[in-house]
Protein backbone atom coordinates (compact mmCIF):
# COMPACT_ATOMS: atom_id res chain seq x y z
CA UNK A 1 0.00 0.00 0.00
CA UNK A 2 1.19 3.27 -0.94
CA UNK A 3 -0.41 6.90 -1.05
CA UNK A 4 -0.12 6.96 -4.18
CA UNK A 5 -2.11 10.71 -4.09
CA UNK A 6 1.35 12.46 -2.30
CA UNK A 7 4.02 13.78 -4.86
CA UNK A 8 7.06 11.36 -3.39
CA UNK A 9 7.68 8.26 -4.75
CA UNK A 10 10.09 7.86 -1.87
CA UNK A 11 8.01 5.27 -0.12
CA UNK A 12 8.82 2.30 2.02
CA UNK A 13 6.74 0.43 4.20
CA UNK A 14 7.18 -1.02 7.27
CA UNK A 15 6.71 -1.88 10.50
CA UNK A 16 7.31 0.32 13.76
CA UNK A 17 9.93 -1.60 15.77
CA UNK A 18 10.81 0.96 18.21
CA UNK A 19 9.84 4.43 19.62
CA UNK A 20 12.09 6.73 22.11
CA UNK A 21 9.61 9.11 23.07
CA UNK A 22 11.67 12.36 24.22
CA UNK A 23 9.64 15.57 25.61
CA UNK A 24 9.11 17.55 22.52
CA UNK A 25 10.87 14.99 19.90
CA UNK A 26 10.34 11.56 19.62
CA UNK A 27 12.93 8.94 17.05
CA UNK A 28 10.63 6.61 15.29
CA UNK A 29 12.41 3.61 13.57
CA UNK A 30 10.93 1.47 11.20
CA UNK A 31 11.99 -1.83 9.53
CA UNK A 32 11.67 -2.31 5.88
CA UNK A 33 12.32 -5.27 3.56
CA UNK A 34 15.60 -3.05 3.21
CA UNK A 35 16.66 -1.95 5.97
CA UNK A 36 16.04 0.16 9.29
CA UNK A 37 14.57 3.60 8.20
CA UNK A 38 15.21 6.27 11.09
CA UNK A 39 12.33 9.15 11.28
CA UNK A 40 12.26 11.76 13.92
CA UNK A 41 8.84 13.22 14.67
CA UNK A 42 7.35 15.31 17.18
CA UNK A 43 5.74 13.61 20.16
CA UNK A 44 2.94 15.08 19.83
CA UNK A 45 2.24 13.43 16.46
CA UNK A 46 2.80 10.10 17.88
CA UNK A 47 0.63 10.63 20.41
CA UNK A 48 -2.11 12.38 17.35
CA UNK A 49 -1.59 9.26 15.47
CA UNK A 50 -1.28 6.60 18.42
CA UNK A 51 1.36 5.11 17.00
CA UNK A 52 2.79 2.19 18.99
CA UNK A 53 5.90 -0.75 18.52
CA UNK A 54 4.11 -3.10 15.93
CA UNK A 55 2.03 -0.72 13.84
CA UNK A 56 2.66 -0.76 10.24
CA UNK A 57 3.69 2.91 9.08
CA UNK A 58 5.05 4.19 5.74
CA UNK A 59 8.22 6.27 6.15
CA UNK A 60 8.15 8.86 3.34
CA UNK A 61 10.69 11.81 2.10
CA UNK A 62 11.54 14.47 -0.46
CA UNK A 63 13.93 13.18 -3.46
CA UNK A 64 15.19 16.66 -2.79
CA UNK A 65 16.21 15.30 0.92
CA UNK A 66 18.26 12.76 -0.68
CA UNK A 67 22.12 13.36 -0.23
CA UNK A 68 24.22 11.22 -2.94
CA UNK A 69 27.64 9.58 -2.40
CA UNK A 70 29.10 7.88 -5.49
CA UNK A 71 31.13 4.56 -4.02
CA UNK A 72 34.22 3.21 -5.49
CA UNK A 73 34.00 -0.17 -7.39
CA UNK B 1 29.71 -0.29 2.50
CA UNK B 2 28.71 3.24 4.27
CA UNK B 3 29.98 6.61 5.45
CA UNK B 4 29.92 5.35 8.93
CA UNK B 5 31.45 8.83 9.95
CA UNK B 6 28.29 10.52 8.81
CA UNK B 7 25.33 11.12 11.33
CA UNK B 8 22.60 9.35 9.69
CA UNK B 9 21.93 5.62 9.57
CA UNK B 10 19.51 6.83 6.77
CA UNK B 11 21.96 4.87 4.16
CA UNK B 12 21.07 2.78 1.52
CA UNK B 13 23.39 1.64 -0.99
CA UNK B 14 22.44 0.99 -4.79
CA UNK B 15 23.04 1.24 -8.11
CA UNK B 16 22.26 4.51 -9.82
CA UNK B 17 19.58 3.20 -13.08
CA UNK B 18 18.82 6.91 -14.18
CA UNK B 19 20.07 10.47 -14.28
CA UNK B 20 17.95 13.05 -15.82
CA UNK B 21 19.77 16.29 -16.44
CA UNK B 22 18.13 19.35 -16.42
CA UNK B 23 20.07 23.06 -16.46
CA UNK B 24 20.27 23.46 -12.66
CA UNK B 25 18.67 20.15 -11.57
CA UNK B 26 18.95 16.60 -12.14
CA UNK B 27 16.71 13.59 -10.75
CA UNK B 28 18.82 10.56 -9.62
CA UNK B 29 17.33 7.70 -9.67
CA UNK B 30 19.35 4.65 -6.89
CA UNK B 31 18.12 1.21 -7.10
CA UNK B 32 18.45 -0.41 -3.99
CA UNK B 33 17.45 -3.59 -2.51
CA UNK B 34 14.13 -2.35 -1.65
CA UNK B 35 13.14 -0.64 -3.97
CA UNK B 36 13.95 2.58 -6.26
CA UNK B 37 15.27 6.05 -4.24
CA UNK B 38 14.77 9.07 -6.23
CA UNK B 39 17.36 11.93 -5.38
CA UNK B 40 17.34 15.36 -6.56
CA UNK B 41 20.89 16.99 -6.47
CA UNK B 42 22.52 19.73 -8.76
CA UNK B 43 23.52 19.44 -12.22
CA UNK B 44 26.61 20.74 -11.45
CA UNK B 45 26.78 17.91 -8.69
CA UNK B 46 26.14 15.18 -11.25
CA UNK B 47 29.38 16.73 -13.09
CA UNK B 48 31.71 17.45 -10.10
CA UNK B 49 31.11 13.39 -9.21
CA UNK B 50 31.08 11.93 -12.92
CA UNK B 51 28.19 10.15 -11.88
CA UNK B 52 27.21 8.17 -14.33
CA UNK B 53 24.25 5.43 -14.93
CA UNK B 54 25.73 1.84 -13.51
CA UNK B 55 27.98 3.90 -10.71
CA UNK B 56 27.68 2.76 -7.22
CA UNK B 57 25.91 5.12 -4.60
CA UNK B 58 24.55 5.57 -1.41
CA UNK B 59 21.38 7.71 -0.81
CA UNK B 60 21.48 9.72 2.44
CA UNK B 61 18.82 11.12 4.46
CA UNK B 62 18.51 12.81 7.71
CA UNK B 63 15.88 11.60 9.94
CA UNK B 64 14.31 14.55 10.52
CA UNK B 65 13.61 14.71 7.21
CA UNK B 66 11.07 11.60 7.06
CA UNK B 67 7.86 11.75 7.38
CA UNK B 68 5.27 9.18 9.41
CA UNK B 69 2.13 7.51 8.15
CA UNK B 70 0.74 5.08 10.34
CA UNK B 71 -1.00 2.45 8.09
CA UNK B 72 -4.12 0.14 8.94
CA UNK B 73 -3.29 -3.29 8.91
CA UNK C 1 -10.11 16.36 4.10
CA UNK C 2 -6.93 15.56 5.67
CA UNK C 3 -4.41 12.97 5.31
CA UNK C 4 -5.07 11.94 9.27
CA UNK C 5 -2.41 9.26 9.13
CA UNK C 6 0.48 11.57 7.94
CA UNK C 7 2.04 12.53 10.81
CA UNK C 8 2.15 16.18 10.15
CA UNK C 9 -0.02 18.60 11.04
CA UNK C 10 0.93 21.29 8.93
CA UNK C 11 -1.41 20.21 5.83
CA UNK C 12 -3.08 23.08 4.27
CA UNK C 13 -5.99 22.01 1.87
CA UNK C 14 -6.29 24.16 -1.64
CA UNK C 15 -6.50 24.59 -5.26
CA UNK C 16 -3.68 24.14 -7.71
CA UNK C 17 -3.64 27.73 -9.52
CA UNK C 18 -0.33 27.37 -11.58
CA UNK C 19 2.21 24.59 -12.32
CA UNK C 20 5.21 25.57 -14.05
CA UNK C 21 6.79 22.71 -15.78
CA UNK C 22 10.12 22.90 -15.63
CA UNK C 23 12.69 19.91 -17.09
CA UNK C 24 13.61 18.52 -14.28
CA UNK C 25 11.69 20.48 -10.95
CA UNK C 26 8.09 22.04 -11.33
CA UNK C 27 6.67 24.99 -9.28
CA UNK C 28 3.09 24.55 -7.97
CA UNK C 29 1.23 27.16 -6.22
CA UNK C 30 -1.60 26.21 -4.18
CA UNK C 31 -4.29 28.76 -2.98
CA UNK C 32 -5.05 28.47 0.28
CA UNK C 33 -7.52 29.92 2.68
CA UNK C 34 -4.74 31.44 4.28
CA UNK C 35 -2.83 32.74 1.06
CA UNK C 36 -0.79 30.82 -1.60
CA UNK C 37 1.66 28.01 -1.12
CA UNK C 38 4.20 27.19 -3.37
CA UNK C 39 5.82 24.04 -3.64
CA UNK C 40 8.76 22.48 -5.38
CA UNK C 41 8.11 19.08 -6.61
CA UNK C 42 9.76 16.89 -9.57
CA UNK C 43 7.99 17.01 -12.72
CA UNK C 44 7.80 13.54 -12.72
CA UNK C 45 5.80 13.74 -9.86
CA UNK C 46 3.28 15.92 -11.63
CA UNK C 47 2.86 13.74 -14.45
CA UNK C 48 2.49 10.73 -12.23
CA UNK C 49 0.15 12.26 -10.08
CA UNK C 50 -1.62 13.95 -13.50
CA UNK C 51 -2.01 17.19 -11.39
CA UNK C 52 -3.47 20.40 -13.19
CA UNK C 53 -4.57 23.46 -12.42
CA UNK C 54 -8.02 23.67 -10.91
CA UNK C 55 -7.15 19.77 -8.73
CA UNK C 56 -7.61 19.97 -5.13
CA UNK C 57 -4.62 19.76 -3.69
CA UNK C 58 -2.98 19.49 -0.01
CA UNK C 59 0.16 20.97 1.08
CA UNK C 60 2.19 19.26 4.06
CA UNK C 61 5.17 20.24 5.47
CA UNK C 62 7.40 18.92 8.23
CA UNK C 63 7.95 21.27 11.60
CA UNK C 64 11.47 20.71 11.45
CA UNK C 65 11.05 22.65 8.19
CA UNK C 66 9.62 25.72 9.52
CA UNK C 67 11.69 28.75 9.94
CA UNK C 68 10.70 31.45 12.66
CA UNK C 69 11.40 35.20 12.87
CA UNK C 70 10.01 37.32 15.75
CA UNK C 71 8.01 40.24 14.67
CA UNK C 72 7.91 43.53 16.18
CA UNK C 73 4.46 44.46 17.56
CA UNK D 1 4.42 42.70 7.41
CA UNK D 2 6.87 40.47 5.49
CA UNK D 3 10.86 39.64 5.43
CA UNK D 4 10.82 40.64 1.51
CA UNK D 5 14.14 40.37 0.82
CA UNK D 6 13.96 36.24 2.05
CA UNK D 7 13.68 33.87 -0.98
CA UNK D 8 11.02 32.15 0.14
CA UNK D 9 7.49 33.40 -0.51
CA UNK D 10 6.01 31.16 2.00
CA UNK D 11 6.03 33.33 4.85
CA UNK D 12 2.99 33.30 7.08
CA UNK D 13 2.49 35.55 9.96
CA UNK D 14 0.75 35.04 13.08
CA UNK D 15 0.80 34.79 16.67
CA UNK D 16 2.45 32.29 19.26
CA UNK D 17 -0.08 30.70 20.93
CA UNK D 18 2.57 28.05 22.89
CA UNK D 19 5.59 26.80 23.01
CA UNK D 20 6.69 23.18 24.51
CA UNK D 21 9.87 23.59 25.80
CA UNK D 22 11.83 20.75 25.33
CA UNK D 23 15.62 19.70 26.44
CA UNK D 24 17.03 21.05 23.26
CA UNK D 25 13.82 21.59 21.29
CA UNK D 26 11.25 23.34 21.06
CA UNK D 27 7.44 22.93 19.71
CA UNK D 28 6.19 26.50 18.46
CA UNK D 29 3.06 26.91 18.07
CA UNK D 30 1.78 30.03 15.22
CA UNK D 31 -2.03 30.58 14.96
CA UNK D 32 -1.98 31.78 11.68
CA UNK D 33 -5.31 33.48 9.78
CA UNK D 34 -4.76 29.79 7.84
CA UNK D 35 -4.61 27.58 10.78
CA UNK D 36 -2.36 26.64 12.82
CA UNK D 37 1.67 26.40 11.92
CA UNK D 38 3.74 23.85 13.76
CA UNK D 39 7.42 24.66 14.07
CA UNK D 40 10.17 22.84 15.83
CA UNK D 41 13.25 25.23 16.40
CA UNK D 42 15.99 24.57 19.25
CA UNK D 43 15.21 25.74 22.60
CA UNK D 44 18.44 27.76 22.29
CA UNK D 45 16.90 29.47 19.82
CA UNK D 46 14.12 30.34 21.51
CA UNK D 47 15.93 31.81 24.55
CA UNK D 48 18.11 33.50 22.32
CA UNK D 49 14.56 35.44 20.42
CA UNK D 50 13.35 35.45 23.80
CA UNK D 51 9.80 34.21 22.02
CA UNK D 52 6.87 33.90 24.07
CA UNK D 53 3.26 33.32 24.02
CA UNK D 54 1.80 36.23 22.46
CA UNK D 55 4.41 37.07 20.27
CA UNK D 56 3.50 38.23 16.97
CA UNK D 57 5.50 35.43 14.46
CA UNK D 58 6.45 34.74 10.65
CA UNK D 59 6.54 31.22 9.87
CA UNK D 60 8.67 30.74 6.57
CA UNK D 61 9.71 27.46 4.60
CA UNK D 62 11.22 26.58 1.38
CA UNK D 63 8.76 25.73 -1.60
CA UNK D 64 11.56 22.37 -1.84
CA UNK D 65 10.07 21.19 1.96
CA UNK D 66 6.45 20.68 0.37
CA UNK D 67 4.78 17.84 -0.34
CA UNK D 68 1.58 17.84 -2.46
CA UNK D 69 -0.82 15.55 -2.32
CA UNK D 70 -3.54 15.10 -5.01
CA UNK D 71 -7.15 15.20 -3.32
CA UNK D 72 -10.13 13.87 -4.70
CA UNK D 73 -13.10 16.13 -5.77
CA UNK E 1 24.36 42.23 9.86
CA UNK E 2 22.12 39.41 10.35
CA UNK E 3 18.23 38.87 10.60
CA UNK E 4 18.39 38.92 14.36
CA UNK E 5 14.87 38.02 14.58
CA UNK E 6 14.85 34.77 12.49
CA UNK E 7 15.40 31.75 14.76
CA UNK E 8 18.29 29.84 13.01
CA UNK E 9 21.88 31.03 14.06
CA UNK E 10 23.62 29.55 11.01
CA UNK E 11 23.21 32.67 8.60
CA UNK E 12 26.89 33.40 6.30
CA UNK E 13 27.24 36.77 5.16
CA UNK E 14 28.20 37.21 1.73
CA UNK E 15 28.34 38.86 -1.66
CA UNK E 16 26.92 36.64 -4.85
CA UNK E 17 29.35 35.39 -7.07
CA UNK E 18 27.29 33.22 -9.52
CA UNK E 19 23.77 32.69 -10.55
CA UNK E 20 22.90 29.94 -12.71
CA UNK E 21 19.23 30.66 -13.70
CA UNK E 22 17.29 27.33 -15.12
CA UNK E 23 13.99 26.83 -16.14
CA UNK E 24 12.44 26.93 -12.43
CA UNK E 25 15.45 26.46 -10.36
CA UNK E 26 18.26 28.30 -9.80
CA UNK E 27 21.74 28.20 -8.38
CA UNK E 28 22.95 30.67 -6.41
CA UNK E 29 26.51 30.90 -5.05
CA UNK E 30 27.60 33.06 -1.79
CA UNK E 31 30.87 33.67 -1.36
CA UNK E 32 31.58 34.03 2.45
CA UNK E 33 34.67 34.60 4.39
CA UNK E 34 34.82 30.96 5.23
CA UNK E 35 33.91 29.46 1.45
CA UNK E 36 31.30 29.68 -1.32
CA UNK E 37 27.96 28.32 0.08
CA UNK E 38 25.57 27.22 -2.60
CA UNK E 39 21.83 27.47 -2.48
CA UNK E 40 19.05 26.72 -4.74
CA UNK E 41 15.81 28.44 -4.87
CA UNK E 42 13.18 29.11 -7.04
CA UNK E 43 14.00 31.02 -10.53
CA UNK E 44 10.95 33.15 -9.67
CA UNK E 45 12.49 33.96 -6.03
CA UNK E 46 15.17 35.32 -8.00
CA UNK E 47 13.25 37.43 -10.14
CA UNK E 48 11.14 38.89 -7.16
CA UNK E 49 14.17 39.59 -5.17
CA UNK E 50 16.32 40.88 -8.25
CA UNK E 51 19.49 38.83 -7.28
CA UNK E 52 22.48 39.56 -8.76
CA UNK E 53 25.66 39.07 -9.14
CA UNK E 54 27.70 41.76 -6.74
CA UNK E 55 24.70 41.72 -4.12
CA UNK E 56 25.53 40.87 -0.57
CA UNK E 57 23.06 38.24 0.79
CA UNK E 58 22.57 36.34 3.26
CA UNK E 59 22.78 32.50 3.86
CA UNK E 60 20.47 30.94 5.97
CA UNK E 61 19.84 27.36 6.84
CA UNK E 62 18.22 25.11 9.87
CA UNK E 63 20.35 23.01 12.19
CA UNK E 64 17.97 20.39 11.65
CA UNK E 65 19.70 20.48 8.17
CA UNK E 66 23.16 19.72 8.51
CA UNK E 67 24.85 16.59 8.49
CA UNK E 68 27.69 16.09 10.83
CA UNK E 69 30.56 13.45 9.59
CA UNK E 70 33.52 13.08 12.22
CA UNK E 71 36.60 13.59 11.10
CA UNK E 72 39.84 11.22 11.78
CA UNK E 73 42.79 13.35 13.41
CA UNK F 1 39.64 17.59 3.90
CA UNK F 2 36.25 16.60 2.44
CA UNK F 3 33.78 13.40 1.80
CA UNK F 4 34.23 14.59 -2.01
CA UNK F 5 32.34 11.63 -2.98
CA UNK F 6 29.15 13.42 -1.43
CA UNK F 7 27.31 15.02 -4.03
CA UNK F 8 27.06 18.65 -1.84
CA UNK F 9 29.46 21.15 -2.11
CA UNK F 10 28.70 22.77 0.87
CA UNK F 11 30.91 20.90 3.33
CA UNK F 12 32.90 23.29 6.33
CA UNK F 13 35.35 21.73 8.34
CA UNK F 14 36.04 22.84 11.98
CA UNK F 15 36.07 21.45 15.87
CA UNK F 16 33.35 20.25 17.83
CA UNK F 17 32.97 23.27 20.42
CA UNK F 18 29.66 22.15 22.23
CA UNK F 19 27.44 19.00 22.60
CA UNK F 20 23.83 19.69 24.24
CA UNK F 21 22.54 16.15 24.77
CA UNK F 22 18.91 15.39 24.47
CA UNK F 23 16.75 13.14 25.51
CA UNK F 24 16.84 12.28 21.67
CA UNK F 25 18.04 15.27 19.64
CA UNK F 26 21.37 16.46 20.67
CA UNK F 27 22.56 20.58 19.24
CA UNK F 28 26.25 20.20 18.19
CA UNK F 29 28.53 23.32 17.73
CA UNK F 30 31.36 22.93 15.23
CA UNK F 31 33.35 25.94 15.28
CA UNK F 32 34.59 26.71 11.23
CA UNK F 33 37.16 29.38 9.85
CA UNK F 34 33.94 31.41 9.23
CA UNK F 35 32.16 31.26 12.46
CA UNK F 36 29.36 28.94 14.29
CA UNK F 37 27.49 26.35 12.80
CA UNK F 38 25.01 24.37 14.77
CA UNK F 39 23.73 21.25 13.97
CA UNK F 40 20.79 19.03 15.55
CA UNK F 41 21.34 15.44 15.32
CA UNK F 42 19.60 12.26 17.28
CA UNK F 43 21.49 11.43 20.72
CA UNK F 44 21.79 8.17 19.17
CA UNK F 45 23.67 9.46 16.39
CA UNK F 46 26.25 11.53 18.68
CA UNK F 47 26.88 8.01 20.44
CA UNK F 48 27.25 5.60 17.88
CA UNK F 49 29.71 8.08 16.44
CA UNK F 50 31.36 8.72 19.57
CA UNK F 51 31.28 12.29 19.44
CA UNK F 52 32.90 14.44 21.51
CA UNK F 53 33.98 17.78 22.09
CA UNK F 54 36.93 18.61 20.43
CA UNK F 55 36.69 16.09 17.58
CA UNK F 56 37.37 17.31 14.49
CA UNK F 57 34.30 17.62 11.95
CA UNK F 58 32.25 17.73 8.86
CA UNK F 59 29.13 20.18 8.54
CA UNK F 60 27.10 19.25 5.80
CA UNK F 61 24.20 20.30 4.38
CA UNK F 62 22.24 20.60 0.95
CA UNK F 63 21.87 23.71 -1.22
CA UNK F 64 18.22 23.08 -1.10
CA UNK F 65 17.85 23.73 1.89
CA UNK F 66 19.73 27.40 1.69
CA UNK F 67 17.72 30.12 2.12
CA UNK F 68 18.97 33.50 0.71
CA UNK F 69 18.23 36.79 1.71
CA UNK F 70 19.15 39.77 0.02
CA UNK F 71 20.67 43.10 1.66
CA UNK F 72 20.86 46.47 1.86
CA UNK F 73 24.26 48.13 0.88
Known amino acids: MSLTRVNTRNQFKGT???I????????VEIETS???IGAVITTSSVKRLGL???D???ALFKA???LVAKLDE
Do not use: H, T, Y
Open 64 to 66: ADV
Open 20 to 27: LRGDVMSE
Open 56 to 58: SAL
Open 16 to 18: VIS
Open 34 to 36: SGV
Open 52 to 54: QVG
